[in-house]
């Protein structure tokens, strides 16, 4: 008989946090944090503003909306910043 996970205290309830997760936090947060870097270092506003969203949603998102969110965020960046 198979016990039931339980639910950690420190997680809001309905929060999973599994591996993808964690491995889609870590590597598009790590690349927010270039882009925000290089966005201070540079004076470039949409490098700045795109790293720091990044981050915040490596916090708040799924796996999957992290990375569709991260591409568009990295697109728009990309954009804006050619076309300023």
């Known amino acids: 008989m198979m016990e039931e996970p339980t639910q950690t205290p420190l997680l809001p309830p309905g929060f999973h946090l599994d591996s993808g997760t964690l491995f889609a ?12 870097i290089y966005g201070k270092k540079q ?16 916090y708040f998102a ?5 990375s569709v969110l991260s591409v568009a965020i990295m697109a728009g960046v ?6 300023e």
């Open 25 to 36: 936090s870590l590597i598009w947060g790590s690349i927010g944090v270039g882009y925000m």
């Open 78 to 83: 990309y954009y804006w910043s050619r076309h």
């Open 62 to 66: 799924s796996a999957v909306w992290m």
């Open 43 to 58: 004076r470039s506003g949409p490098a700045f503003a795109g790293g720091i969203t990044m981050i915040v949603a490596s």
